[in-house]
């Protein structure tokens, strides 16, 4: 069974304090690995998709890694607007005609001014 | 560009009343569409998907039903509304292109809040 395990399960930094999120994942013929930023009482907003190992993607001060078993998401200096939860996603093919996506259940992050 | 939209925002109703939640695409043709429902402190649970008008799978046996009357729009139904269908609903919407094998991203609503009481 496909499965997405995200840690720690809550975040708190200070401001500037840079750190990672961990995502891990075992699912059989991954096509994609994504990354999802949540405010509270909204819907996820799509951030990063990742191929492949070794495969990087960069967005102001988040950067997403990829491995064969997990993936990372450094927070550079981090500001108060970064606190959020965030998701990690793993699609593979499915034979009903879609993508099927896992969910993580997040890593919910605060940042202290 | 791209917008997804659902309504209602907020929904409180009685357990044994019917439902229905809709959500709508603008600016794409074709999409695939998905409900999810989010349970506090539990990932994304997929309830239902689309590939096309009139072509509904559903992932988890329960209480609701899902319907796509026309290309962009997305139904979520239920006859009779249980305490345990309390959650944050999500449509999300994915392009599929014509011999592309790679992966596509799903894009999100802005959430149904529904309490059954």
């Known amino acids: 069974e496909d499965q997405v395990t995200q840690s720690p399960e809550a975040l708190r930094l200070q401001e500037g304090e840079s750190s990672s999120l961990n995502c891990s994942y075992t699912v059989s013929g991954l096509r994609g690995l994504f990354w999802y930023r949540q405010d509270p009482g909204k819907g996820p907003e799509f951030l990063f998709t990742l191929y492949s190992a070794g495969e990087e993607k960069e967005k102001e001060r988040l950067k997403a890694t990829l491995t064969k078993k997990e993936s990372f998401l450094h927070i550079t200096a981090p500001k108060p607007e970064d606190s959020a939860t965030y998701l990690c996603a793993v699609q593979k093919p499915n034979s009903g005609g879609y993508q099927k996506v896992t969910f993580g259940i997040g890593t919910k992050l605060q940042v202290i001014p | 560009s791209q917008t997804i939209h659902q309504w209602p925002a907020t929904l409180v109703q009685p357990v044994g009343s019917p439902l229905s939640l809709e959500c709508t695409v603008e600016?794409?043709?074709?999409?695939?569409l998905y409900w999810y429902r989010q349970a506090a402190g539990r990932g994304l649970q997929l309830l239902f998907y689309?590939?096309?008008?009139?072509?509904i799978s559903s992932e988890v046996p329960q209480n609701l039903s899902a319907s796509r009357p026309q290309d962009r729009q997305f139904i979520l139904s239920s006859k009779k509304l249980l305490l345990s269908d309390s959650g944050f609903y999500l449509c999300?919407?994915?392009?599929?292109?014509?011999?592309?094998?790679?992966?596509?991203?799903?894009?999100f609503g802005p959430g149904t809040r529904l309490t059954v009481t």
């Open positions: 600016g794409t043709s074709n999409p695939n």
């Open positions: 999300a919407w994915s392009v599929i292109l014509a011999g592309f094998s790679g992966s596509y991203e799903q894009y």
């Open positions: 689309s590939v096309g008008i009139g072509q």
